[in-house]
């Protein structure tokens, strides 16, 4: 199966695909709305709930923004790099959590994507208000696993 035609199934398949599925797949967190499956001997991520989904979308579209310096971007728009995407969702997670005092050290690190955003949404009255200065730094200072030889 060519990759084109794969990804035209894997999108009929899963309409509603999880905006953190790379971070659930690499086991870095969970989420109370995600679902894994398989395809063609390859895993995915859906998302079972529209609301968390938008939130989850709104939330990776204000890192995106706001680390454009910190990542060394040009511009924050379209489809990220792995590395770079890893990097913007397991470090704006992991951020957010030290803003929240949220232990991490547990395995996955994330427990749970969706109620992390609501104690975000909680504290912080909307993603827009979030201190996004103050998450730059975990974003930067995550490392993803080290290029294998």
């Known amino acids: 199966m ?6 035209s199934v894997f999108n009929d398949v899963n309409p509603n695909a999880c905006v953190y599925e790379k971070t659930i797949l690499q086991n870095k ?12 001997e390859r895993e995915g991520v ?4 529209n609301t968390a989904r938008d939130q989850c979308q709104q939330l990776i579209e204000l890192l995106k923004e706001n680390a454009v ?3 060394k971007l040009h511009h ?3 489809e990220l790099p ?6 913007i969702q397991v470090g704006g997670l992991l951020g957010i959590s030290q803003l929240l005092n949220i232990p991490t050290d547990s395995d996955p690190p994330i427990a749970n994507i969706y109620q992390l955003i609501q104690q975000a949404i909680q504290q912080y ?16 200072a995550f490392k993803g696993r080290s290029s294998r030889r």
Not at 125 to 140: R, V, Y
């Open 29 to 40: 967190a969970q989420c109370q709305y995600s679902k894994r499956f398989f395809l063609a």
């Open 82 to 87: 792995h590395a770079k995407a890893i990097k």
């Open 69 to 71: 310096f910190a990542l």
């Open 125 to 140: 009255h909307s993603l827009e208000q979030l201190p996004f200065s103050e998450i730059m730094p975990a974003i930067s």
């Open 2 to 7: 060519d990759e084109e035609a794969y990804q």
């Open 46 to 49: 859906s998302c079972q709930s």
């Open 76 to 78: 924050h728009y379209g």
